[in-house]
């Protein structure tokens, strides 16, 4: 659209999900406060929402993309808020349709970073299905889904995450639908890159939001928030010093699954069922376990490591666990229009118009 | 055997079958020959929900029309002149339709025992008398054409199916048609299958040379061509219309032309006709439902393309709330609603014009978005470019109203120049508004109120906008009472404000002295059109005007209606236009509704209004 | 100290403070007091879209207004007689409201340096002679319930947390409350922690004590009972209201009620009023979407439940396609929608009434809805019960109206006994209704024009139905034309004749000889009426007529509008009433519209009424 | 609602899908023919649609269940006119809609058997939320999705299950998709039961409708359906007798999964990566063979299995993925109003009404 001056691919990023979009000159880094908008900050005291923002805006400067080829599309929610608050070009949509308005936006401009915000029940209750469709389709786009397991701005009703008997306003004995796991969904819709973070844990999250935005393609990132006014410690077990080593399994790529103290426990197969299953590390020795491998094109892995979640939090693996290459929607629609366009020449109204069957009247 | 030949001013024919047997493509081939052969011309297919329903029932019969003429064609003709039925199913559902005396030709061979006993027929029509008012021809379509195909390498199955071509054979030769036209698009379409190419084309031939040798056919028929203005022309039907508009509107505005749209009964055809134009720039996106659809399409709006949607009236329930989005984020958008019967899914394949509410009023809180309705199926272009001109200008959502007759109806085109096109400027906001060097997303233009369309991509403009109520100026998100009162009455306005830039409504009274005014809009402009006519070479007086922009109204339109005595108003639905005019000017306008799925027929219109106008001359 | 007291008639309080101060917990409080102490009452509470906006500022305050008197209460009160600002941004938000003259309490530990640059006062408002026009009353509120609690085994910040029943404690001594309730409803709120219990005991007390030995407050108020029908009496808000009003209607009508629904501010609480109920059958389905939601009470309705869906604005817009299926299957279904301001996210915790145009009008297709409206938050009660009446009687989906402000609102609500409610009689069918012995699903009672509810289940009535316009009678799918224009007027005419079920609009004009008539619909009523009564005891004549079916209108409405040479209609949107009234009686009703996302005031009303009194008095 | 004289738990079935659904009388069986409405047929000659029409009509009157209890909720397309030709209750509903309307009939009426019929499109496309979400909840429904991997009644559009590259009239350079698979959509939203038929198979399909109508809770059953129209031979691989056997797999559980001539290909697994692979039984001995296991609480095994599906149609695995107990969300919200109902009593709205704080006005 606007003039570009050096491009990710020219800066010799290769075929990344930044690729085509323009970079920031040489010595004009910017810098969080860069992306940090002048609009007061609403979310309550205490909102995991916070940590993903500064997360963001300090991860932001780090792709060196121009701010205003940045655009972040949100649905309804408290973290649906979220655009507000980047110095980007952003907007706030309705409830559960961010994905459909992303992937017009990404479809009509290669040159434009395009990510999605959204929540648990904006992404996975009324929005399930264009989440699906955009994974599948691979549209180059990248999803945060704030998973505080509750819809925070309706004032607590349970979400299609919420553990199953969860007590809120709409189900005060309980609530009775089996949760869906952010994770398996996406992989049961095709998605080519699934990840999971944590709101309070900057450095792994940002780890992640890397990876998510270097992925050409769709890319899924779970994290999850707390919602202290409706859902508070959700994700403890995840966060206190007492249980977390034993309860978060790191995802990384090459390495193989281990967590606990000093890496005890691990990850291995059962050989008759093939079943993961977990095993103590000092009785198996550390070959016997599994080597993390997102790149697998198998996506009945990362489905296997999805299930490891225990409800309603418990062992819980975070990171990367699937990325794979397949070419984008987007990226292969424009290669359609260059194509006809290289092939028949650029079209001629008038002769379209005309057509076989016309006639002159003098 | 020489023939008499004989002048006809207009002929309306009608070709009836089974779902199989290929009267669209007959008649649309028929349609083709005669818009070349320079007569002006309307069609009107009709065809079952079902995609081949039970061969030789009832409901498995379609058909197609065409009225062609040696002067000006507003409908596709009330009552056919002939009739061409395929089968007993083809014969019993069209026959009441048939002009008295008209011509009837059969395919004697399909009525046996088991085809009559299946619509019901408990004796032979073709033998009991029924058909006593009618010029009959029997022919034994099938069997002839079978004949014909002896030798040729093909299946009996297949010779039998080439039997719509031996029928259009004897009609071109019937009506003295060109066959070039017809005979080189069997080679393009068969060029794949030489076999069924030179069976068709053999089947056509012995059709025409049948006219020639059989006695049943004495007179040939010529209708001579209708003068035209000068220009290239071509056959376009409305969806095709609709699609080569926007593509049109695209191209003026210097925009990349972008539809997200999902498949429906009857727009369908206009997302298959962008498709194919990728090497245009074209971008379609066929998204998972109708709400998708606009969703992508205003993203695209939002990065600066012209988006566009197109369904049907069920799919515009669905994309009411995102169409609310638009309204109050106030970027260009064109919603194209192809009307069908309704409500719920009503009869997907017909026509009606009972949408117009709901594209109005059908949205949560004040929503105002303007309204244009196509007259006739070439009007679907201009009116593509007019939308496209308001839905810029005006950065706002704008819906286009057509419907089932007119997406697939068909007339001739007058080839615009591109060049002669309204020229629609567009310009992106490049530069920083506010007095501080700020940029202010709701700063509106004074005289359009429309806001800076600012894209993506461009440095200093970044800014978030959303659904919420915003301030007028910054879009920060206001819930302060005042402003919200301003932005309703803002948005509202600029929508009042396109009137300023429409032309005024005009009105048709040749006589000059009518009392009555049939005022329309959408697809009844055929039919109207051609009531009033007859009316006026009766003597009748009667004013006619036509809505195209049903929101804002042209600014004239209160006093145009306070000119006369009586006001009708006739619609395909129960007096939604009715409404709206009632309650904006006071007029006591009198509906004239018909909810058939089947457009007007001009008599009917003339009945009622000779009636009215003597009952206004009465009082 | 002995303090004076002094008799009032009436009197407005306005609480405000931060999001997290508990002004709604406190008001109710208050409110409750008032109730049992036999005061008529109306409230209006007010708060952010944020679930906790930040502290102190302007956007996160959150506020509670009643009005509370010895005789009838119309309205929440226009202008407070008394603020109590809890902190700087309450005071600021909320001190232009204040009637001249009136008392003003603030907590003083709060306006402190920071919080009041927070808000953007420059200086000090007590200090720098802002308040020069009021009472104000300056109270440590803070520090002396942090005082009182000294001891308790609590942190300070629970210590200060309290400070909103210290208020409390203070108001209750000043108007004279009753203590009781209030002590009850803390004692099982707080049941499991007793120490939180007795910090607000204490601090409720401490509030009282303070009042008494204080120097600053000399006098005592009383506001005597308000006369009212013998009966037993609630305070009750909209929401609950309507969920009980549900209910009550299942319960009358013998079937289970089924909810299906999608939270959406402020519609959400039905849903979670009516998932308390278990016990009474009700089942609640918390739905993936609003499509989901309705689908599901669809389907419960066929299946011979009463099915209802709940939900505001953009939902509506949502279920519009499966309220059409509704329609062209003739099965009870009840929507309520909770209006808010809009358009699209709009002002979600604001009030408005800007979906009646949709609700009318937003489907494809002809496809009529009946529609009600609540006035007043008792009256949600009702409208449920003649909803459900209308539903199954003539086997239609019913649109209820409310909207935030009732929604949230609350007044004296004379419980009913249940026996003597409206009986609403619901058979299904049971037999063939066929000349043959078969079952025809569409053969209509020939009075209401409903057809036969048969749920699966039933032997011998096993049939099929759906979206595709079927032949009256046997329900088959039919394209026939005829048979659709028929349909098409039947639904329409089924729709009409509910008005021959329903009472005449009456007027309220106790002079008999006004010439300006106001016409409300919805939760107008309160302030219309207000205006009027003030009116009236000005000497302005006016008469009043409040509608609760807007489709169809009571029979003799156009008769009633045709007596009066001013009609005005005041609404919450931009006429939308107006637009309904002028298209179908022709008569140049003169809307009144603000659009601010708050009820009107009586005031203003009465101020632009006593303009058009004198305008039609001088023409 | 109406007496019930029979009902299937009286007559020793158990708490089955059909649990609480009353029997038609002994002596009184029903036939084909009591399942055949009036009107006629309207699919186009050679149909898939046809076959499964038959089978469902001769298979229901098996279940014995009385007719009138029986519900076919449709949504739009070709296939959802399904419940007009079946004389049971029927609703011909809204394009995607049907599983949310048959939710609310299965919630409020335990006495019927619910049945879903849907598209590829009218549940992958517009209904693919509605869908997930049922299968999570587990409501007692049986749904049948006609997969002719194609639009057939807007005449020939691309569907969501089309294979990538498909040339339709609205993807005239080919379709830029990667196609959902249903059975790891369904079991990435949660489904308990899971299975795949193929029109033609009349013992195959009455086999799988079998089971599904037996699961209690939300059975998904994939069928595969010929569109001669506008998708011939989309399943010709699976149907020819040249290469049937070599590429459809049916599953049985307790045995071997073993396919081809003579049962020589067989399903092995992997044993360092733990992925399931097609092995030669000669080479490696039944014993190595993975044993179908379709109540395995894992739905690993179920997705790994689903992933076998060779796009656009190869090999592919047929039969019973997955069926496992898991309560259903109607079952359990019927007793949380029991439960309610026997520990409060039933609701006095008087009592109710009056609340807490009311006062007497005499
Ligand atoms: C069409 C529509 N339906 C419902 C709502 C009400 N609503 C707003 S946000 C929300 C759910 C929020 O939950 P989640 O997506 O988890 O976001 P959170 O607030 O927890 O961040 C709902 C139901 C709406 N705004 N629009
Ligand atoms: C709201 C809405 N959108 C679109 C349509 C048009 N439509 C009808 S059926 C259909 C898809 C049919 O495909 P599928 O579900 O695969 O069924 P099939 O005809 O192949 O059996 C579509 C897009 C509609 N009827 N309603
Ligand atoms: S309600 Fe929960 S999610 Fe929403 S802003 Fe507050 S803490 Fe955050
Ligand atoms: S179009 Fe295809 S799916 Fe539809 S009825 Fe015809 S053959 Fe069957
Ligand atoms: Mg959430
Ligand atoms: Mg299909």
């Known amino acids: ?362 | 055997m020489l023939k008499q030949t004989q002048q006809l001013h207009r002929v309306v024919i009608r070709l009836a079958g089974d779902s199989g047997d290929g009267m669209q493509l007959t008649g649309d081939r028929f349609t083709a020959e005669s818009a070349v052969l320079g007569n002006d011309l309307s069609t009107l297919p009709n065809y079952p929900a079902e995609i081949r329903a039970p061969a030789g029932t009832l409901p498995g019969v379609s058909s197609f029309q065409v009225h062609f003429a040696d002067h000006d064609v507003l409908t596709p003709g009330d009552a056919p002149d002939v009739l061409v039925a395929m089968n007993p199913a083809g014969l019993k559902a069209n026959l009441r339709d048939l002009r008295h005396g008209g011509d009837v030709i059969v395919d004697t061979d399909e009525f046996t025992k088991r085809n009559l006993a299946r619509v019901g027929y408990e004796t032979n029509p073709l033998e009991d008398g029924s058909l006593d008012g009618y010029q009959v021809h029997k022919v034994a379509l099938t069997s002839l054409t079978v004949a014909a195909l002896e030798g040729h390498e093909i299946t009996k199955k297949e010779a039998e199916r080439a039997k719509n071509m031996f029928a259009l054979g004897l009609l071109s030769w019937l009506y003295s048609r060109p066959v070039e036209g017809t005979e080189a698009f069997l080679r393009a379409k068969f060029a794949a299958r030489p076999e069924i190419l030179d069976a068709n084309l053999t089947a056509f031939r012995a059709g025409w040379s049948y006219g020639e040798t059989t006695e049943d056919f004495a007179v040939i028929y010529q209708v001579q061509p209708a003068p035209m203005p000068p220009g290239t022309y071509r056959n376009i039907n409305g969806n095709t219309a609709l699609a080569y508009g926007l593509m049109a509107a695209a191209a003026r505005c210097g925009l990349p032309l972008f539809l997200g749209s999902y498949p429906i009964t009857p727009a369908s055809d206009v997302l298959h006709e962008l498709s194919k134009h990728k090497r245009f720039g074209v971008l379609t996106f066929q998204a998972e439902d109708e709400i998708a659809g606009v969703g992508a399409a205003l993203g695209a709006s939002y990065a600066g393309a012209l988006g566009v949607t197109t369904t049907s009236g069920p799919g515009v329930a669905l994309k009411t709330e995102t169409i609310g989005l638009a309204v109050t984020l106030e970027l260009p958008l064109i919603i194209c609603d192809v009307q069908r019967g309704g409500p719920s899914t009503g009869l997907p394949t017909k026509t009606e014009q009972a949408d117009l509410l709901q594209v109005m009023y059908g949205r949560n809180g004040e929503a105002p978005v303007p309204v244009l309705a196509a007259r006739s199926p070439a009007d679907c272009f201009d009116v593509a470019i007019e939308a496209a001109r308001i839905a810029t200008a005006y950065r706002t959502p704008v819906f286009v109203l057509t419907d089932g007759y007119l997406a697939n109806g068909s007339e001739p085109w007058r080839i615009p120049v591109i060049e002669e096109l309204p020229a629609l400027q567009v310009s992106f906001a490049t530069e920083p508004n506010g007095a501080n060097g700020e940029f202010l997303p709701y700063l509106r233009d004074p005289q359009t109120l429309a806001r800076p369309w600012a894209v993506p991509g461009t440095p200093g403009l970044e800014h978030r906008i959303g659904g919420i109520e915003k301030a007028d100026g910054s879009g920060n998100i206001s819930y302060d009472p005042a402003n919200h009162d301003h932005m309703v009455r803002v948005r509202a306005e600029k929508v009042e404000r396109i009137a300023e830039s429409i032309p005024p409504l005009e009105v048709a009274d040749p006589d000059g002295d009518a009392r009555v005014l049939v005022l329309g809009w959408g697809s009844t402009y055929g039919p109207i059109a051609a009531a009033c006519r007859n009316l006026r070479e009766e003597g009748v007086h009667v004013a006619q005007a036509h809505l195209r922009h049903l929101n804002p109204f042209p600014s004239n339109t209160g006093e145009v209606l306070s000119r006369y005595d009586r006001v009708v108003v006739p619609e395909m639905n129960l007096g939604q236009l009715s409404l709206m005019l009632r309650a904006r000017y006071l007029v006591d306008v009198a509906g004239f509704n018909r909810v058939r799925g089947l457009p007007f027929t001009s008599t009917e219109l003339a009945d009622h209004l000779r009636t009215v106008v003597k009952e206004v001359a009465g009082a």
Chains 1, 4 share one sequence.
């Open chain 1, 1 to 362: 659209m606007t003039g570009t001056t050096i491009s990710a691919v020219e800066a010799g990023l290769g075929p990344s999900g930044l690729y085509g979009v323009p970079l920031v000159g040489e010595g004009h880094p910017l810098g969080k406060k860069d992306f940090t908008s002048d609009q007061e900050v609403r979310w309550c005291p205490g909102c995991g929402d916070y940590a993903v923002l500064a997360a963001v805006q300090s991860f932001l400067p780090e792709l060196g993309l121009r701010r205003e080829n940045i655009v972040f599309v949100s649905g309804i929610g408290c973290s649906s808020r979220f655009p507000y608050y980047l110095d980007t070009y952003g907007m706030h949509s309705i409830h559960g349709r961010a994905p459909a308005i992303a992937s017009g936006i990404a479809v009509s401009r290669p040159d434009l970073s395009v990510w999605v915000v959204t929540g648990d029940g904006d992404a996975l209750s009324i929005g399930g299905n264009h989440i699906a469709h955009a994974l599948r389709r691979n549209i180059n786009i990248t999803i945060l889904l704030f998973n505080n397991r509750i819809y925070g701005l309706t004032k607590g009703q349970y979400s299609p995450t919420s553990e199953a008997g969860k007590i809120t306003k709409s189900t005060p004995m309980g609530s009775l639908d089996t949760p869906f796991n952010p994770v398996s969904f996406a992989i049961g819709s095709e998605a080519t890159f699934v990840a999971r973070a944590l709101d309070s844990d900057r450095k792994q999250l940002t780890a992640v939001l890397r990876a998510a935005a270097e992925h050409r393609g769709a890319s899924f990132v779970e994290i999850y928030q707390n919602c202290p006014i409706f859902n508070d410690g959700a994700f403890d077990p995840l966060k206190s010093p007492d249980t977390r080593d034993e309860q978060m399994i790191r995802l990384e790529h090459g390495q193989p699954i281990r967590w606990g103290e000093q890496g005890r426990h691990g990850l291995g197969r059962d050989p008759r069922s093939g079943q993961l299953v977990s095993v103590e590390v000092a009785d198996v020795g550390e070959e016997a376990l599994v080597v993390h491998d997102d790149h697998n094109e198998d996506p009945a892995y990362a489905f296997a490591l999805s299930r490891l979640s225990d409800p309603p939090i418990g062992r819980t693996p975070v990171g990367v666990f699937r990325s794979v290459r397949r070419p984008t929607y987007d990226d292969m629609a424009r290669e359609q229009v260059a194509h006809a366009q290289s092939t028949q020449g650029p079209g001629d109204l008038a002769q379209l118009f005309a057509g076989k069957d016309s006639w002159t009247v003098d």
